[in-house]
């Protein structure tokens, strides 16, 4: 219930065609949404809520936290797909959820057989389009720092060299850079007019979409760059959580 009122209730109210239906707290369903012309069945780990149901769409959150009841049971995120059968061509499902562990993990599962999307951004100096990366100290782009005394990254040191041209990209540019993104399918590039060039590898018919925390406007790349360093401190199991959490990528043992 916390979930649904935190969560889904605000994004729902958040619509102006949906807002003004959506009924007082007192009067709520814990398991339903009632829109008046549609319902919102609503569960976490609860599959007898979605069991007999048909539905044209469905969105299943934290993917990766659904367990098995038992080694030999179905996929219980399976199972809740299936309640689109009766809507072939109509339908629609979204899955979303932190990564977990390569070869386990129902998010890289599903990413690897979509169309793979990455969100690239123009440098704000030669307009090439690109992929941001944290890179490594091998490649002569991404992000680089110079180190403190303390093994700590300084953060007037911090910036991002483009893969292009290698122009140096400071933290003030990256807000625009974001704005000015675009979702692009694997196969494909930018080119400098922000069109997509070539063919994608896979059809639309199941989109993808993988985001680095490198790309949000609430992290400063030196808080990236200083949490990247901690975990590698931090032994494997921080670095897991690094690549699950911030990277957004399924960590491979």
């Known amino acids: 219930l916390e979930h649904q009122q935190t969560k889904l209730i605000p994004v729902l109210q958040g619509v102006d065609a949906l807002a ?11 398991r339903v949404v ?6 919102i069945y609503y569960s976490w780990s609860a599959r007898w809520t979605v ?5 044209a769409f469905i969105a299943i959150t934290e993917a990766n936290l659904h367990p098995r009841r038992k080694n030999t049971e179905a996929d219980p995120v399976e199972m ?22 390569k070869g386990a993990c129902r998010m890289d599962n599903n990413y690897q057989s979509s ?6 951004v123009p440098c704000p100096h030669c307009n090439a389009y690109q992929v941001l990366v944290l890179g490594d100290r091998d490649s002569d782009f991404g992000l680089k720092w110079t180190s403190n005394k303390h093994g700590d990254p300084d953060s007037n040191s911090i910036h991002y060299v483009c893969s292009a041209s290698r122009c140096r990209i400071d933290q003030g540019h ?42 949000a406007n609430s992290v400063s790349w030196h808080s990236y760059a200083t949490e990247f360093v901690r975990a590698k401190r931090g ?3 921080a670095l897991k959580n690094f690549v ?3 990277k957004a990528e399924a960590f491979d043992d």
Not at 51 to 55: D, E, I, K, P, Q
Not at 115 to 120: G, P
Not at 184 to 206: A, F, L, M, S
């Open 80 to 101: 809740v797909r299936d309640r689109c059968k009766g809507f072939q061509g109509q339908h629609k499902i979204l899955i979303e959820g932190k990564p977990a562990t």
């Open 235 to 237: 032994g494997i199991e």
């Open 244 to 246: 699950q959490g911030w």
């Open 34 to 39: 009632d829109l008046g012309d549609s319902l």
């Open 115 to 120: 169309d793979q999307r990455k969100y690239y």
């Open 20 to 30: 003004h239906r959506i009924k007082p707290e007192s009067k709520r369903s814990r």
């Open 174 to 215: 990256k807000a625009n850079m974001i704005r000015a993104g675009i979702w692009v399918p694997n196969g494909c590039t930018v080119n400098q007019d922000g069109k997509i060039d070539g063919i994608p590898e896979r059809g639309p018919k199941r989109s993808g979409f993988q985001l680095d925390s490198i790309y």
């Open 51 to 55: 069991s007999g149901r048909a539905a």
